[in-house]
């Protein structure tokens, strides 16, 4: 049983999981020169792409499958930190209990103290290890957390409350995701790390 290690690549792909994006790319076509017509027509086997060749990521669908159910948790998440309760969410579709344990200690906070969180929380999420061999398949999500645009907002007053000063604005928190019988992945554990920036 061999893990296997993913180097990182574009995020833009990972996110939005669009495996099908160099397909889209092909139809497009050069510009035209109408003073010189063409010498020959283009051979047909220069056209047609070599089905023989293989894709430069033979993981790319698994590697878009894991990161959608991560940013699934965390739409449901942002959802549940707009109203200070996780009531409404679906948060148990894409996490487990543990893994949703300090949101809820977050979410619990903020009920207390009565605040809520307006603006978004930026993301650069990549799958940096997975594997595929083993009794339950595993992969491990590195994500750059942009607090930025986030903003904390007192209820009582509607005025937003500033971030501690030792609050760095990006950190890296990092997430395991399996996949259960169901062949659906779940998040099982999320830590983030404020001591590593990005």
């Given at each position: 049983m061999t893990a296997r290690q993913v180097r990182p690549r574009t995020r833009a792909l990972?996110?939005?999981?669009?495996?099908?994006?160099?397909?889209?790319?092909?139809g497009c076509g050069g510009?035209?020169?109408?003073?010189?017509?063409?010498?020959?027509?283009?051979?047909?086997?220069?056209?047609?792409?070599?089905?023989?060749?293989?894709?430069?990521?033979?993981?790319?669908?698994?590697?878009?499958?894991?990161?959608?159910?991560?940013?699934?948790?965390?739409?449901?998440q942002m959802k549940a930190y707009r109203v200070a309760s996780?009531?409404?969410?679906?948060?148990?579709?894409?996490?487990?209990?543990?893994?949703?344990?300090?949101?809820?200690?977050?979410?619990a906070h903020m009920k207390r103290n009565g605040t809520v969180i307006r603006g978004e929380l930026g993301h650069e999420s990549e799958v940096t290890e997975l594997d595929l061999e083993a009794k339950v398949p595993t992969?491990?999500?590195?994500?750059?957390?942009?607090?930025?645009?986030?903003?904390?907002?007192?209820?009582?007053?509607?005025?937003?409350?500033?971030?501690?000063?030792?609050?760095?604005?990006?950190y890296v928190a990092t997430a395991t995701v399996e996949r259960w019988d169901n062949n659906r992945w779940m998040v099982t554990e999320y830590k983030p790390d404020g001591s590593r920036s990005c």
């Open positions: 990972a996110l939005c999981g669009a495996v099908g994006l160099s397909l889209a790319l092909t510009s035209s020169d109408d003073t010189k017509p063409p010498a020959a027509p283009p051979a047909a086997s220069s056209a047609a792409p070599d089905p023989s060749a293989s894709p430069a990521d033979p993981d790319a669908v698994v590697k878009a499958a894991v990161l959608e159910v991560y940013t699934s948790m965390w739409v449901e996780p009531d409404g969410t679906k948060l148990a579709d894409f996490a487990t209990l543990d893994a949703l344990s300090a949101f809820e200690r977050d979410l992969a491990t999500v590195e994500d750059c957390i942009d607090l930025s645009k986030w903003q904390t907002l007192d209820t009582k007053t509607n005025k937003p409350i500033p971030l501690p000063t030792a609050q760095p604005l990006r």
